[in-house]
T-cell receptor, first 108, second 114 residues
Framework: KNEVEQSPQNLTAQEGEFITINCSYS?????LHWLQQHPGGGIVSLFM???GKKKHGRLIATINIQEKHSSLHITASHPRDSAVYIC??????????FGTGTRLQVFP | NAGVTQTPKFQVLKTGQSMTLQCAQD?????MSWYRQDPGMGLRLIHY???????DQGEVPNGYNVSRSTTEDFPLRLLSAAPSQTSVYFC?????????????FGQGTRLTVV
């Protein structure tokens, strides 16, 4: 079983929909990262969380340390949000363990 | 503000050839790491470094070497390329956790070994 599990693996949405991507992990962590990867592109960090909730524009990330679960929400989704979203957990050794990613496609 | 600069972006090698993937960062980050990304799998750690002169193996180190002679540079060497090393490679850097920071990634290198 992977130490970091994401769901769903693939997600399609109509423009304007509210989107939720989930991440569950089974190891102790010091922080959790949400990353974005566009097709053929590099990886960009969206959030780093160790507790609670963070918001940046239309993106919201939450984490529940007790339940070992995090969610990434996108409000009023747009076709430019189409990308792969990756959850990664940081261990106390600073090593990152990555989920396999959620491929999101938003259609006009 | 270059961030993490990774070169080349694309590379085709013949089996048995060697090459070096370059990674440089200008943020004075202690922690640098190399990952490979394969279809259907999460990024996997190849090697990492917590500072100049210090390197260690990750999850999939076989066939790769690294060195860290300066804080800025962390090259990844493929000693004798094999088709199994066909992948997309990413370099990343960050401060160690005590300073609390995001991870910064290079643009990736798409390597094909034929």
């Amino acid at each position: 079983k992977n130490e970091v599990e994401q769901s769903p693996q693939n997600l399609t949405a109509q423009e304007g929909e509210f989107i939720t991507i989930n991440c569950s992990y089974s190891v102790g962590i010091s922080a959790l990262h949400w990353l974005q990867q566009h097709p053929g592109g590099g990886i960009v960090s969206l959030f780093m969380l160790s507790s609670g909730k963070k918001k940046h524009g239309r993106l919201i990330a939450t984490i529940n340390i007790q339940e070992k679960h995090s969610s990434l929400h996108i409000t009023a989704s747009h076709p430019r949000d189409s990308a792969v979203y990756i959850c990664a957990v940081r261990r106390s050794t600073d090593k990152l363990i990555f989920g396999t990613g959620t491929r999101l496609q938003v259609f006009p | 503000n270059a961030g993490v600069t990774q070169t080349p972006k694309f590379q085709v090698l013949k089996t048995g050839q060697s090459m070096t993937l370059q990674c440089a960062q200008d943020m004075n980050h202690e922690y640098m790491s190399w990952y490979r990304q394969d279809p259907g799998m999460g990024l996997r750690l190849i090697h990492y470094s917590v500072g100049a002169g210090i390197t260690d193996q990750g999850e999939v180190p076989n066939g790769y070497n690294v060195s860290r002679s300066t804080t800025e540079d962390f090259p990844l060497r493929l000693l004798s390329a094999a088709p199994s090393q066909t992948s997309v490679y990413f370099c990343a850097s960050s401060y160690v956790l005590r300073l609390g920071t995001e991870a910064f990634f290079g643009q990736g290198t798409r390597l094909t070994v034929v």
